[in-house]
């Protein structure tokens, strides 16, 4: 299943494939063009990446599949971040910082697509707010990599509704995503009024970590117990022992239409998350684990 996101010319799937950490997964290439495929044949044909993921390794190990089954990339949407610059020992770069220039964004583009081996991304985000931003070089870099064809689509990541909104006022181009923290465990978009604003814009927002990195299932603090138990009684109501089907349905049917990012590479876990998409929660079974993650009753 595809839609259409935030009413942009760009569908991706509803279940958004993280490869965050797949320079640690361990697959031959061989393994790893299995996966994808299978990833395509059960509906997610969306593909979430950043130039600094893996050291810059996930990319490239990545893009060998699309330069040895050149077809799969007609198949699949890729999305790929810029704009965070990481202290490394091995260079002469003192402190972690963030380069949202505009020639660092044309350059870092540049470098996706030849790792990638891609001629155009369907969607850049800038990977994190830059309290150094100039918004007219931004504006300025999408511009030039809109009218070349190289980037598609634009959006953000880990934006504030000020951030969001400032970017936004600099651009013509539509910022069609915000790719922020979402799920049981952290309601921080919620307390913080971004997905209302995201909401009144109509923009659906991606949620990356949407099982707080395993937290939920394995908790050892109050809170996490909390949750784990109002999931297990959602869970009855369907029948479903899977409770990461439960996090993602929770998700899935909040109106404002989010798109998790599932981080795992085991096919399995990907097919939960999918399956997760035919759940239909009422009010009730989401307020249930919402009046969990919030630790009182809603006023």
């Known amino acids: 299943m595809r839609v259409k996101l935030s009413k942009s010319n760009l569908e991706v799937s509803r279940i958004v494939q993280g490869m965050m950490r797949l320079n640690s997964w361990g ?6 063009t299995d996966f994808i495929q299978k990833a395509i044949d059960i509906g997610v044909t969306t593909f979430d990446h950043a130039d600094i993921y893996g050291n810059g390794e996930c990319e490239e190990i990545f893009g060998n599949v ?3 089954n050149p077809s799969i990339r007609n198949e ?12 490394d ?6 402190v972690k910082h963030y380069n949202t220039s505009k020639e660092h964004i044309l350059k870092s583009v540049e470098n996706s697509l030849k790792k990638l081996h891609t001629d155009y991304i369907d969607l850049l985000l800038i990977h994190r707010p830059d309290p150094f931003m100039n918004p007219e070089e931004i504006a300025e870099a999408f511009y030039e990599l809109h009218k070349s064809g190289k980037v598609l689509n634009f959006g953000v990541s880990n934006f504030t509704i000020q951030q969001f909104k400032t970017l ?4 013509n181009l539509p910022l069609i995503t915000n790719q922020i923290e979402i799920s049981p465990y952290n309601l921080e978009h919620f307390e ?3 997905i209302y604003f995201l909401l009144q814009k109509k923009i659906n927002p991606m949620a990356w970590s949407p099982l707080a990195g395993g937290k939920i299932f394995n908790p050892s603090e109050e809170k996490g117990q909390r949750i784990l138990k109002a999931l297990k009684e959602v869970a009855k109501d369907f029948n479903v022992s899977s409770l990461d089907k439960i996090v993602y349905a929770w998700l899935l049917n909040h109106p404002v239409g ?3 990012i599932s981080g795992s590479g085991k096919i399995e876990r990907l097919k939960n998350a999918v399956e997760a998409i ?22």
């Open 258 to 260: 989010i798109i998790p």
């Open 66 to 68: 699309l330069k040895n």
């Open 89 to 94: 020992e091995n260079s002469n770069i003192r």
């Open 192 to 194: 913080n009024e971004n």
């Open 27 to 32: 697959y031959t290439e061989k393994e790893l």
């Open 168 to 171: 936004q006022e600099y651009t």
């Open 76 to 87: 699949i949407q890729l999305i790929t971040k810029c704009g965070i610059i990481r202290k």
């Open 278 to 299: 035919d759940i239909k929660m009422n009010r009730e079974q989401w307020f249930m684990i919402y009046e969990a993650a919030l630790g009182h009753k809603v006023p």
